[in-house]
């Protein structure tokens, strides 16, 4: 019986199998006067049999967005669904979606909260001795969902690659290094594109802003 239950609970907290995920490019802009961020994300995803919804973690994030992308076809999500007890989003299409290699587009806003967990906001002392904000990730157990909409369990691996729009006067550092960095002047930010990680779950990724100062 207690066995039984066991099986029960893990089946409640695990993501369907119908779809599975290959790799993330994750591209996410700070906003430290809001204590929020904008998110804009591409998974590269396998549909392994039939479904026409998609079901994956997310916690405390707004999803704006979702587009389903085959070969040249676009489908947008018509139903965007929260289960905040699960920690999940569900992403509804009016058809069965194609079997086999795709992607998700997807849209979202977050928050810089200040509970240590996900990508949160933290305060430090600047070498002119004024205090300034930054921001840290802290993705385990289960805290990558925090940050974006992912399947954040450690079985379900996948490479990660990650950008940073953030103020030019900031130092933006990841996992990996960075391998490109463009300057937007109009809006006083640069992007820093992180090169990919090996194969891995999103526990370890670590990205993290603070200020030249």
Known sequence: MERDQKKLELKDVLLPTHVKPSKYFVEITPHFESF?????????????????????????????????????????????????????????????????????????????????????????????????????????????????????????KAVFEIALVIPKDMLGLSNMPVVSEILDESTGRKTLKFGPTPVMYGHPLSPALYTFA
């Not at 704006?64 to 992308?69: M, N």
């Not at 965007?80 to 920690?87: F, G, M, N, R, Y």
């Not at 430090?124 to 990730?137: F, M, N």
């Open 36 to 156: 929020s961020f904008n998110g804009f994300e591409t998974i590269e995803i396998e549909v392994l049999s039939a479904t026409s919804k998609v079901v994956v973690h997310s916690k405390e994030i707004q999803i704006k967005a979702v587009d389903f992308i085959h070969h040249d076809a676009r489908l947008a999500a018509t139903d965007i669904s929260l289960d905040e007890k699960a920690d999940t989003a569900t992403f509804t299409f009016e058809r069965e979606l194609p079997l086999g290699h795709a992607k998700l587009h997807v849209t979202f806003v977050g928050q810089l909260n200040d509970q240590m967990a996900g990508f949160y906001r933290t305060k430090y002392a600047a070498r002119d001795g004024s205090q300034k904000w930054g921001g840290c990730t802290q993705f385990e157990p289960t805290d990558a969902r925090r940050a974006f909409p992912c399947w954040d369990e450690p079985a379900i």
